[in-house]
């Protein structure tokens, strides 16, 4: 793959070495793109001698390649570490004032930031307002470490390790998963130690054409909660990401996918190894029937275009038809977003829902126009095929996944009593 490292003008620059071995020894071809400070910390030659290309920081060096406008458009992948408080504001209010901002302006792929600075830097409003703005645009800002800092000072703002960083980069790029790099937290203690559990976030995007697609409001935000808490209670997590509104959490092994049918792909493989699988995600039931190779312009010398539709697999239901037919000992657990309508309340559809789809526990939640999506709060309704009384929960999205996750580990102490 091809990737571009900025490095930022901090002292955390000198691990950022470390990070680019690890992507040169796993095979990528990485250039990097100091800014003018970074070269004070980490001199112009140690980054040409560790990639093996050329390395500068001016927009006026190799102007016969058109540098600043190539290298972000051919990058499969930007690294940028130490994400300096400047550097985070430089991007976020789109500057180009040197090599590393134009490339980031012209980045057409996955963009992580990885931030280091003091703790009163990074907590400052312009700060944490330039984070925000630069996630909204769909570009990853890690969460800096809390340790101990360049002075005698410790708190949030160290540089995450090299193979943190390395682990959710590839992740980002959707390269094959290195669950042995990736960090865990996962307690040996927690009540669902020892087991490993799939969860499935966001809300797929079925393309038309290469610049269009159908999506749905799914932010991803109930699923990275339940992926949090199913880590705190112990466990291995697998997210399956589709489009997301917020970051992946650290401590989980991230498979991105876009469409239905790649999650359904990604889904049937992962289950093949959980312990539990969550189908958080709003998987589209339809995708259009044609995609489009080349952007469907508007002509006045044909009719307007007419979108078909085709049915997608129902993920969850095969999931449940996999598992029975190897007999396996595994939970899965539903979710459904509801209306009611004329015809029938919110629990009478989930009710049916629950049986339709034979899933262990269906969670149901309401929705509206504002109500669920994108909100922080969630109040559902846990139902069980054993039968066992609906289950209410509500207060914020990790306050929901907690009591998911809490009665996820009763039905297995149920079906499998402890020894
Ligand atoms: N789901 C799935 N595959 C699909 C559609 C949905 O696995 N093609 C999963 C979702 O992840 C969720 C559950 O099924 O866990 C219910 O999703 P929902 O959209 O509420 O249900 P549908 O089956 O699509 O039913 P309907 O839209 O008719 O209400």
Not at 243 to 269: F, I, N, S
Not at 327 to 355: P, W
Not at 359 to 372: A, F, I, K, S, Y
Request: net charge negative; charged share 20%; aromatic share 2%.
């Amino acid at each position: 793959m091809r990737i571009v490292l900025g490095v930022g003008g901090g002292i955390a620059a000198y691990k950022v070495a470390s990070l680019l071995r690890l992507f040169t020894e796993a095979g990528h071809d990485v250039t990097v793109i100091p800014t003018e400070a970074a070269t004070r910390f980490v001199g112009v030659a140690t980054w040409e001698a560790l990639s093996g290309h050329p390395v500068s920081n001016s927009v006026f060096d190799e102007v016969h390649t058109v540098n600043h406008v190539r290298l972000g458009h051919e990058a499969e992948l930007i690294v940028v570490a130490p994400a300096t408080a400047d550097l985070l504001a430089r991007a976020a209010t789109g500057q180009a004032n040197d090599l590393l901002t134009n490339t980031l302006l012209m980045a057409g792929g996955p963009v992580l930031m990885a931030p280091a600075m003091h703790t009163e830097m990074w907590r400052h409003p312009a700060t944490q307002a330039n984070v925000e703005t630069l996630r909204s645009r769909g570009i990853t800002v890690l969460e800096p470490a809390t340790g101990r800092l360049t002075g005698a000072d410790s708190g949030p703002g160290r540089l995450p390790e090299p193979e943190a960083i390395f682990a959710a980069a590839l992740a980002l790029a959707g390269a094959p998963a290195v669950p042995n790099t990736v960090p865990t937290t996962a307690s040996a203690a927690g009540p669902l130690a020892g087991l490993t559990v799939t969860v499935s976030a966001g809300g797929t995007r079925e393309p038309l054409d290469p610049v269009r697609f159908l999506g749905n409001r799914s932010s991803g935000k109930q699923g990275v909660a339940l992926a949090v808490a199913a880590r705190e209670a112990g466990a291995r997590v697998r997210l399956l990401a589709a489009h997301m509104d917020v970051p992946a959490p650290a401590g989980v092994e991230v498979v991105q996918v876009e469409t239905a049918l790649e999650l359904r792909k990604a889904a049937l493989h992962a289950a093949a190894d959980s312990d539990v699988v969550i189908m958080a995600a709003a998987v589209a039931d339809f995708r259009p029937a044609d995609v489009s190779g080349t952007k469907i312009k508007k002509r006045d010398d044909v009719a307007d275009p007419v979108i078909s539709l085709v049915r997608n697999p129902d993920i969850l239901r095969e999931l449940v038809e996999v598992r029975d037919a190897a007999s396996r000992n595994q939970l899965i657990v539903g979710f459904a977003a509801e209306t009611g309508d004329a015809d029938g309340d919110v629990l009478e559809y989930a009710q049916a829902k629950l049986r339709r789809k034979a899933c262990d526990l269906l969670v149901v939640n309401q929705v509206g126009q504002n109500q669920v999506f994108g909100q922080d709060s969630n109040a559902v309704v846990i139902l069980s095929r054993s039968g066992s009384e609906p289950q209410e929960a509500s207060g914020s999205k990790s306050d929901v996944a907690a009591a998911v996750i809490d009665r996820i580990s009763a039905e297995l102490s149920r079906v499998v009593p402890p020894a």
